[in-house]
């Protein structure tokens, strides 16, 4: 059985949040990396 935790809902909806964030940017880090094997990547100017 799973341990129980209580927080505050404030602190929740900020940890939903990250967890979102989180996921996005791995997603966005396997796409890259895709990219870069197929070589479809490009020099950034500044």
């Known amino acids: 059985m799973p341990e129980t935790v209580t927080i505050p809902k404030t602190e929740y ?8 964030i989180a996921d ?15 070589g479809r990547i490009r020099k950034a100017v500044h």
């Open 24 to 38: 996005d940017v791995l997603h966005q880090l396997e796409l890259s990396l895709r990219d870069a094997e197929k």
């Open 13 to 20: 909806k900020s940890l939903k949040k990250k967890a979102a």
